[in-house]
């Protein structure tokens, strides 16, 4: 089979990788890069676990191909703690208990940082419409839905 | 099985001389949100995919002779952040919007809405009502074709091989003018349409409908553009009257299936009152002026 070469940039790095045509962008982080952060659920655009954002914008890692990715701005779950310390998000997720087996927590945490980075004051109702595509069948979702409206509180008090 | 390549043209010609080459192997790829489900699936096994996202004519939103023409693979996303098309079609923008989550916004186009051939694609009742018409490009030349001329049957296209659509031409907005779409889903986010209605009018200065078209969708083998529905309006100030009629022939011109997600009496029923609440919606803009 041949492989296609693409140069990319991930969490900030320059990152070049080999990859066949089918591969998804969440074949080639998880399989290829060891990236194994972002989670397959559905493999079909439904569940959310695999959410990225490319260029800015918040997508299914399981439903772009990993050939697509040159020259693009790739950012996953990997890039959210600046090393040793958690996002706002993580940590008011511990301390919500908006995670039980945690499968979904990458994707709600990368989806929720795309709304918070664009809107830093969502509304309850906003915030439930942003997470739609995120599905999580343990916690029932409020306690994210609070974990996530918490951060933007904190972060827009600057504490 | 064959392998499948993947290539990244930039320039229509580029594109249209890879996918005549191909023959029925080739595939357009748009957003991958259709495409991508399929061939996980197993439901097609294309030789060769060409990603049309580097060319620069499907990936723009420019005003042309009053209107707008927008690429065929804009996203839903970036569809929404253009004030433009937000005020002069909010039916469209609306419509494009419903499609999927944040995470499909993302990617999703109309131009793959579209070309992916259901009959319950959401954009596509809107880009009917709209009037909105379709540049397509292809082996033979350019030619330019009305969205409710593309789907002929459940996942089917009038499209000849090595052709796809460039971009949608939509037509200039007179004063007085709304358009809006709604569909009917059992939940409130995340569904496939049971039904689809899109509405667009134009009023005269007194108030008087001058001009209508509507779109159906998921109530038939492919969108319908019903002009029946369209001449209940016109000449009407859209009162109850009008949309009574509005109403029944949105209904009498529906050939639904009958599923576990709608019955046929059901789809039938809920056609004609998504379609008068859609035009009241079109109301409210056509006389707010946008
Ligand atoms: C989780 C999920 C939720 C969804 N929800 C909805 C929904 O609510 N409503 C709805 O209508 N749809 C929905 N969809 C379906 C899909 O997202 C839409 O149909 C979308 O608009 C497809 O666009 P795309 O750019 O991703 O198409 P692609 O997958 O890239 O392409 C779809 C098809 O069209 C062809 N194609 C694409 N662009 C062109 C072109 N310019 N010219 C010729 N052929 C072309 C491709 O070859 C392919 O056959 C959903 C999908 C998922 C995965
Ligand atoms: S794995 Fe991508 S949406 Fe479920
Ligand atoms: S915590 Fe288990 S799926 Fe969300």
Redesign the interface.
């Known amino acids: 089979?041949?492989k296609?070469h693409v140069s990319t940039t991930i969490n900030g790095d320059p990152v070049e990788y080999l990859c066949e045509?089918?591969q998804?962008l969440l074949d080639v982080l998880r399989d290829e890069l060891y990236l194994t952060g972002s989670k397959e659920g559905c493999?079909?655009?439904?569940c959310?676990a695999c959410?990225v954002l490319?260029d800015d914008?918040?997508?299914?890692a399981?439903?772009?191909?990993g050939?697509?990715m040159?020259g693009k701005k790739i950012e996953t779950i990997e890039g959210m703690a600046d090393g040793d310390e958690l996002h706002p998000l993580q940590q008011k997720f511990l301390e919500h208990a908006a995670l039980q087996c945690g499968i979904c927590t990458p994707g709600f945490l990368v989806?929720a940082k795309?709304?918070l980075d664009r809107n830093p004051d969502p509304t309850e109702e906003e915030t439930r419409?942003?997470?739609?595509?995120?599905l999580c069948r343990c916690t029932g979702y409020d306690k994210i839905i609070r974990a996530v409206l918490d951060t933007a509180a904190e972060m827009r008090s600057g504490k | 099985m064959e392998?499948?390549?993947?290539e990244?043209p930039d320039s229509l010609d580029a594109a249209v001389a890879m996918l005549s080459d191909a023959g029925e192997a080739g595939r357009v790829?748009a957003?991958?949100?259709d495409l991508?489900?399929q061939?996980?699936?197993g439901m097609v096994h294309p030789g060769l995919?060409v990603?049309i996202?580097n060319i620069p004519e499907v990936r723009a939103i420019s005003e042309e002779g009053g209107g707008f023409r927008v690429g065929a693979a804009v996203?839903g996303?970036e569809l929404g952040e253009h004030a433009g098309m937000c005020k002069a079609w909010p039916g469209v923008v609306e419509a494009t919007e419903l499609i999927?989550?944040?995470?499909?916004q993302?990617?999703a186009t109309m131009g793959g809405n579209l070309c992916n051939g259901s009959p319950a694609a959401d954009s596509v009742p809107a880009l009917i009502a709209a009037g909105a018409v379709a540049s397509v490009i292809g082996p033979s030349g350019q030619r330019d074709v009305p969205v409710e001329d593309i789907i002929i049957g459940p996942g089917k296209t009038s499209l000849e091989k090595g052709e796809f659509v460039v971009s949608f031409k939509f037509p200039d907005r007179p004063a007085h003018s709304g358009d809006a779409y709604l569909r009917f889903i059992p939940r409130t986010?995340?569904d496939i349409a049971v039904v689809g209605a899109g509405v667009n009018i134009t009023l005269d200065d007194d108030g008087v409908c001058q001009a209508a078209r509507v779109g159906l969708g998921a109530v038939a083998a492919t969108p319908l553009l019903v002009a029946d529905a369209a001449d209940a309006l016109i000449g009407s100030t859209l009162d109850d009257a009008a949309l009574e009629k509005l109403a029944a022939a949105a209904s009498a011109a529906c050939k639904p299936i009958d599923d576990k997600r709608g019955t046929i009496e059901f789809r039938t029923k809920v056609a004609g009152v998504l379609a008068r609440r859609a035009a009241l919606i079109a109301l409210d803009r056509a006389k707010e002026g946008r």
């Open positions: 089979m041949s296609y045509p089918e998804t493999a079909s655009g439904d959310g959410s490319v914008r918040l997508v299914c399981c439903l772009a191909l050939a697509e040159g989806a795309s709304l419409y942003w997470l739609a595509g995120n | 392998e499948m390549r993947y990244a790829l957003g991958g949100t991508l489900v061939l996980r699936a995919v990603d996202k996203t996303a999927g989550s944040t995470q499909i993302g990617r986010e995340m």
